[in-house]
């Protein structure tokens, strides 16, 4: 799987739009761009994935350059629940064999603030 | 859809003694399943791919002795931590994927927060 570079931290006003950087400049044809968060003491939650199209979905959109070595993960109305650890992961989508693990980097550490 | 269904939430226990957790995929059916380790401040740090009916592979480091894993149906998967010390605290995590539903990606526990005295 492709490394992956965040900032470790990050604020946000809230009710402003996050937007989280990722870069995998190393990136593959076949890989994924895969964005997770980890609210404090809990499991980490699937947020959206892309392959080189910008996507939406009811939490957020992921914004993927066209050279694919970058994307931006972008909260629209960020609340103080979205306070969490923000995980970009690159990796190839196995539709078949789910027998691989997601590996997790350090992730964005994002604080809403009131 | 794909929920995970970890238990217990937390737990503590004296040194020395065991301690199993459970993994459920409650609506679906996982072959496969993960069991991660989270120390305070850090990242997850996966420690086991659980196989249905078959011996789990464990990461480099990780005691296979000491880290029971048992996966035998298809929805789930235990990882029992024997003579659990101290060192052992910590937050552990199991995840699974529904595969007929990849948009979901991969799905998560909730986490169990173990605590060794």
């Not at chain 2, 072959?31 to 078959?54: D, H, V």
Request: hydrophobic share 30%; with cysteine; net charge neutral.
């Amino acid at each position: 799987d492709a490394k992956t570079t965040q900032p470790p931290s990050m604020d946000c006003a809230e009710g402003r739009a996050a937007n989280l950087p990722c870069n995998h400049s190393t990136i593959s044809g076949n890989e994924y761009v895969y964005w997770y968060r980890q609210i404090h003491s809990q499991g980490p939650q699937y947020i959206i994935h892309g392959l080189k199209n910008n996507e939406t979905n009811e939490m957020a959109s992921l914004i993927i350059t066209e050279d694919r070595k970058s994307s931006t993960l972008i909260l629209p109305h960020a609340t103080l629940r979205d306070t969490a650890v923000y995980y970009c992961i690159v990796r190839v989508e196995y539709i078949i064999n789910s027998g691989y693990a997601l590996n997790f980097g350090k992730g964005t550490s994002l604080l809403v603030t009131p | 859809g794909a929920v995970v269904s970890q238990h217990p939430s937390r737990v503590i226990c004296k040194s020395g003694t065991s301690v199993k957790i459970e993994c459920r995929s409650l609506d679906f059916q996982a072959t496969t399943m993960f069991w991660y380790r989270q120390f305070p401040k850090q990242s997850l740090m996966l420690m086991a791919t659980s196989n249905e009916g078959s011996k789990a592979t464990y990461e480099q480091g990780v005691e296979k002795d000491k880290f029971l894993i048992n996966h035998a149906s298809l929805t789930l998967s235990t990882l029992t931590v024997t003579s659990a010390h101290p060192e052992d605290s910590s937050f552990y995590i199991c995840s699974a994927r529904d595969q007929g539903r990849s948009s979901y990606g991969y799905t998560f526990g909730s986490g169990t927060r173990l605590t060794v005295v």
